[in-house]
């Protein structure tokens, strides 16, 4: 499959454009790594390649088709970097992770989800198991696609690396293409076989 | 530098004395009885509110007639109670049709569309444009004064605050990430709706529910008080409390004190309630 | 003692903060957020805290500075170059001998303008010739005094937080991420002026999450785990799995990415479910019935470290 | 439209009057429907019962023809719309004069009345609000808070009673107000009566006013007791005192303002109350005399005067958040 972006502008004020007739093509197999100074955009765009917000001009084509149409499950998946805020605070976590796909236990290991965590509500998990949970609901079977947004910026070294670890096996046995916002360089060097350089004029 | 063994204790949290949330339902509890123990003696005492026996006029407050009787020779306790109750009743419907308006405009307003929103925060502004107790006297007024008026009156004016709260509230919501993941993992509109926004939206309904209430209560009180609203057989507080002003010169104290007192406890009790029941429900103001 | 050469500015032991919360219904629990973390900071020395976020390291800086929030017990021996604190002792000094350096401008008053905010809304001649010199130190623009914070890029709100700082002659400075979001390059351009302060003498008490960070700019780090620092050692110490003590800060080497990424399973517990004795015990190789005791502190080669089996 | 750096806040200008202009009209709209919807028959009102039965059919299909009681709905909002325009508010059944006039008398007495309480609660509102913020939860926070939360439970008209029947019945150190009856001109009343006149009401309207003004300043005090700049501050070894002065009444004007403007609907409701208890001849007392007497005229300009009063009072609100806000002053967001 292939994602592409074809001359994405976005403004939220009139005429101020963050990002600027961007052009990025991505096939499943790739794993890309946005880089930009902070402040230019990386976030807003990982929510346009997922469909979350419109462009002001351009479009976002999964396969030819505009991501905006496609109805039900989308095979585009975006991870947060804010796991509390993905999470609606009032459910449990099995029913949380119950809105997907039916996630495969091999997932739920893979990740060191721990069973006993199901029957707990998200304030009552730390940050690093939430984003856990998040993580396993995005690799739904029918996910083509993975957008991971600073996803491991506040969890600790050792958790990171625990789930980029799983993450790259998945991506790679599931040919998922996986685009990846980072401020790491290491994390950067070890994750994309390629990278879009952002350069909007401020 | 040594270890000295002894730690210094930088800062001490000065613990109450009882657990919060055991306080909070104490009040909840308490406030709940007290007006349900009013409304119920109200509707209870009947005809005693009513009776006149002018051999008992004008009596001070004392062990038979703890509030006094009237220059009618009625007991005033009684009047009291059943006026309070009449008025927890209107109260009570006036805030559920308030309500159920204010949820309405609300839902709407945050999911139609920008021109419905335009046009419902529009009419909120006009509404709150007009000081609410005159805006009371118009509509009574249009509907001819009398119980039906102050009641449709009261009902259909207190909707444009909790209007506003719903409607931000959804439209929070509806920024919500957990929300728009919802939509991406494939849950149609309808799932999101009745799993994530009533689950969120009606316990803020609730206790804007019983927060309408004291509001009502008071307003239907100063409208009877006025002389717009219930008719002067009927024993309102507001009816009770104009009659006393004729007998203030006259030094009988006790018609007014007793009522207002009352009246002012019930709506006390009503804003404890909803308070309590918010701190219950609102994760905001939880782990005060 | 941690000192290798040099007298200590700030050292802290046995620092502990808990909170009072409510659960579901009606109970109530004790959440330990600090428990018997113990850090110190030399003359001349840039220390970094590093753990992970949202685990209550930022206490620690509120904690010395004496500005916790009132729901919390707090307790522990501070001493600033030799005195032991007590909490009125560390109001005089806060301010003046330690000053915080925050991450963001929401540390600033939107509706005051900035010089006046650096001068402490003092007008005294010296004062403002203070602060003049401090902004063309720190090269922000001329007007940048009759700026108001939401006008301030990021990095001049950076500049302008250093220069709060700066208005006082203070031996310690107390960084909480004040880095966030940066890039590693841009982020050790940010930490040059800590280095340059800590270099005349003084020093730095980095707090932060960024453990690559931390390795490029501090002398020492502390490894902040599950509210204690588990140890503490001399960067140099990072340069191999061998030279560093605990278990947990080796699997930390391990797992960064330019040391093989290789991950380690189990969690850091929440500070509602800690386990007894180590925090580190459920999840540790090396675990016996001895860890679920009161660790020790020891100090092995230059650096301290909470493990009874660190050799 | 392009003026310099004003060109922002004068676009919001003269949006903000569009949009108050847009609101009144449908105030106006609103009130007449409502006031024509009523079953009373504004001739019968006009000359009563007795003066009815006396009436010739002649006469009567004048004054019929007068109120417009055989004119559609929409002809005769237009005839009050264009006389309103133009200053002519119509004639007042109860008082027998133009509107216009009525209100004038009254209003100018309802002003004294409504001003000294709106400052006065404004004022003290603030005062409590503010140190039962900075003192939260201690004792003072604690008597402030239930003080208020009981006066804020507590009906207007009998707080109003309460206080005739300790000053006026029980020390008779004031008048009772019951004794100027209805319809007395101002004019008639001297000055040392009026203001014997004026303390009981303000007074209550003020207390009534407080207890919301207090509760509100508290919750905003302590929400910025919590934001990052006052622990800034702190840890940056300002004192106390400073860091009220500086920071927190800084910005507590923010939000005071607002409500301070925004109590004005309230205290106009408060004043409808306190002047009937006191026969206060204000907008209040007049506008319950309409309501009870049918005179709708009266009180279809009531009700767009008071509501003139409340969008006011909400434009100058914005306008000064303009002024002492410098992230609307200086920044954008007017546009």
Known sequence: MILEAKGISFGYKKGVNILDQVQITIESHERVGIVAPSGFGKTTLCQILSGYIKPTSGQVLLDGKDIHKIEGYCPVQMIWQHPEKSVNPRLRMKDIIAEGDEIEDRIMDGLGIERDWFHRFPGELSGGELQRFCIARALGKRTKFLIADEISTMLDLITQSQIWKFLLTEVAERKIGLIVVTHSNPLMERIATRRVVLDTQL | MNNTGSVTVLQKYQRKRLNQRGQTLMYLAFGSIFLLAITVLGTLVGDIAITTNFTQKNFLPHMAHPFGTDWLGRDMLARTLKGMSISIYIGLFASVISAVIAAILGAAAATLGKKVDAVITWFIDLVMGIPHLLLLILISYALGRGTFGV?????????????????????????????????????????????????????????????????????????????????????????????????????????????????????????????????????????? | MSCMNNKDILQIKNLSVSFTQYEKGLRKIDLKVIQNLNVSVGEGELVAVVGASGSGKSLLAHAILGILPHNC??????????????????????????????????????????????????????????????????????????????????????????????????????????????????AKKAMGHFREFADKGNGVLLITHDIELALEVADRIAVFYAGTTVEEAPVADFQSVDTLRHPYTKALWRALPQNGFHPFPGNQPYAKDMPNGCPFGPRCPQLTPECEGNILEQTIRFGTVRCIHAK | MDIGPYSGILKYIGKSIIKIISLLIAVSILSFILVSASPVDPVRAFIGEIGMANMSAENLNKLEAYFGVNTPPIERYWNWFTDFVQGDMGTSL??????????????????????????????????????????????????????????????????????????????????????????????????????????????????????????????????????????????????????????????????????????????????????????????????????????????????????????????????????????????????
């Open chain 3, 73 to 186: 017990d707090a307790e522990g021996n501070i001493w600033f170059e030799d005195e032991l604190l007590s909490p009125e002792r560390i109001e005089e000094l806060r301010g003046k001998k330690i000053v915080l350096v925050p991450q963001s401008v929401t540390y600033l008053d939107p509706l005051e303008k900035v010089g006046k905010q650096v001068r402490k809304e003092q007008n005294d001649k010296s004062v403002r010739k203070k602060q003049e010199e401090l902004f063309a130190f720190y090269k922000l623009p001329q007007n940048t005094s009759d700026l108001y914070p939401f006008e301030l890029s990021g990095g001049m709100a950076r500049r302008v937080l250093l220069t709060t700082a700066m208005m006082e002659s203070p031996r310690l400075i107390i960084a909480d991420e004040p880095t966030p979001g940066l890039h590693l390059e841009a």
């Open chain 4, 94 to 335: 109860l008082y027998r004069q133009p509107v216009s006039s009525v209100i004038h008398v009254k209003f100018m007495n309802s002003m004294v009345l409504m001003t000294t309480a709106w400052i006065f609660s404004g004022f003290l509102g603030y005062i409590f609000g503010i140190v039962a913020g900075l003192y939260r939860d201690r004792w003072i926070d604690k008597a402030i808070k239930g003080y208020s939360l009981l006066i804020a439970s507590m009906p207007t008209f009998w707080l109003a009673l309460v206080l005739v029947m300790i000053f006026s019945v029980w020390l008779q150190i004031l008048p009772i107000g019951l004794s100027v009856p209805i319809g007395v001109n101002a004019a008639e009343v001297s000055i040392l009566d009026s203001i014997k006149h004026l303390i009981l009401p303000a007074l209550t309207l003020s207390v009534i006013g407080i207890a919301n003004i207090t509760l509100h300043t508290r919750e905003k005090m302590i929400d910025i007791m919590g934001e990052d700049y006052i622990l800034f501050a702190k840890a940056r070894g300002k004192s106390r005192l400073s860091i009220i002065r500086n920071h927190a009444l800084r910005n507590i004007m923010l939000p005071a303002i607002t409500l301070q403007f925004a109590s004005i609907s309230e205290i106009f409701g408060g004043s409808v109350l306190v002047e009937q208890v006191f026969s206060y001849p204000g907008l209040g007392k007049a506008a319950v005399s309409a309501g009870l007497g049918g005179d709708a005229p009266l009180l279809l300009g009531i009700a767009v005067i008071s509501a003139t009063l409340v969008f006011g009072g909400n434009f100058i609100a914005n306008l000064l958040y303009g002024i002492i806000d410098p992230r609307i002053r200086r920044g954008s967001a007017y546009e």
């Open chain 2, 151 to 288: 009641v449709v009156a009261v009902a259909i004016s207190h909707w444009p605050v909790l209007t506003r709260i719903i409607r931000g509230e959804i439209l929070q919501l509806k920024e919500a990430n957990y929300i728009k993941i919802a939509g991406k993992l494939g849950q149609s509109k309808m799932k999101i709706v009745v799993k994530h926004m009533i689950p969120h939206v009606l316990p803020q309904f609730l206790v804007g529910l019983v927060l309408l209430f004291p509001h009502a209560i008071l307003h239907e009180a100063a409208l009877t008080f006025l002389g717009f609203g219930l008719p002067p057989e009927q024993p309102g507080i507001g009816i009770i409390l104009s009659e006393s002003m004729k007998y203030l010169s006259l030094g009988m104290w006790w018609l007014a004190l007793f009522p207002g007192m009352v009246l002012m406890t019930a709506v006390l009790l009503f804003d404890l309630v909803g308070g309590s029941l918010r701190k219950i429900i609102d994760p905001h103001s939880a782990q005060e």
